[in-house]
């Protein structure tokens, strides 16, 4: 079975530019959350899509946005990045009614680096 | 405040020399504690999940145990290829798929 895929693997903007990055869950996954990992920290959480609608949201301005597709495709949209926002952006997929539970199973990534 | 405490957050081993990580969290109403293997660069790669205190989980060389407080990852005889960074995540009760992870324990195993 294939994990969770992400896309693009690397990305170079530069300030005040606009990203999209796209996340395809686990199949049978209903539910798709997104982190942002800059580097020597852990993984820290911006949203949670269950089921197309939002059901948590993270400490994140409003230039974060992300949507959830009726396939369980996830996209993360970033606007007027920043340099701050240079990171690994991870997406994670979980089967909250399965016998899984809450665990979540991460994706390989995108590389943001902002310029 | 919920939030989790990894120590320490290096740690140099020989291989075969067995040691514990240790993860200290802090939570309104443990929903689940979770521990991740992640490679430079790359995604989180699931370990293990526990619900309650009391609970083990064994896997090859990795085993980790939870109690009220603190879990923690034994790693019996490591080798070089179980050097990485490991990863501890709470989600407190009543969260929607909030991880709190703490910033990880670096691990490097030498032949």
């Known amino acids: 079975d294939a994990g969770v895929t992400q896309s693009p693997t690397h990305l170079i903007k530069t300030r005040g530019q606009h990203v999209t990055l796209r996340c395809s869950p686990i199949?049978?996954?209903?539910?798709v959350s997104w982190y942002q990992q800059v580097l020597g920290q852990g993984p820290q959480f911006i949203f949670q899509y269950y089921e197309k609608e939002e059901r948590g949201r993270g400490n994140f301005p409003d230039r974060f946005s992300a949507r959830q597709f009726p396939n369980y495709s996830s996209e993360l949209n970033v606007n007027a990045l920043l340099l701050g926002d240079s990171a690994l952006y991870l997406c994670?997929?979980?089967?909250?009614?399965?016998?899984?539970?809450?665990?979540?199973?991460f994706g390989p990534g995108t590389r943001l680096l902002v310029l | 405040e919920d939030q989790v405490t990894q120590s320490p957050e290096a740690l140099r081993l020989q291989e075969g020399e067995s040691s514990s990580l240790n993860c200290s969290y802090t939570v309104s109403g443990l929903r689940g504690l979770f521990w991740y293997r992640q490679d430079p660069g790359k995604g989180p790669e699931f370990l293990f999940t526990?619900?309650?205190a009391g609970e083990e989980k064994e896997k090859e060389r990795l085993k980790a145990t939870l109690t009220k407080k603190e879990s923690f990852l034994h790693i019996t005889a490591p080798k070089p290829e179980d050097s990485a960074t490991y990863l501890c995540?709470?989600?407190?009760?009543?969260?929607?798929?909030?991880?709190?992870f703490g910033k990880g324990t670096k691990l490097s195993v030498k032949p």
């Open positions: 995540a709470v989600q407190a009760g009543g969260s929607q798929g909030n991880l709190i």
């Open positions: 526990l619900y309650s």
């Open positions: 199949s049978g996954h209903k539910s």
């Open positions: 994670a997929s979980l089967n909250p009614s399965g016998r899984e539970g809450e665990t979540q199973y």
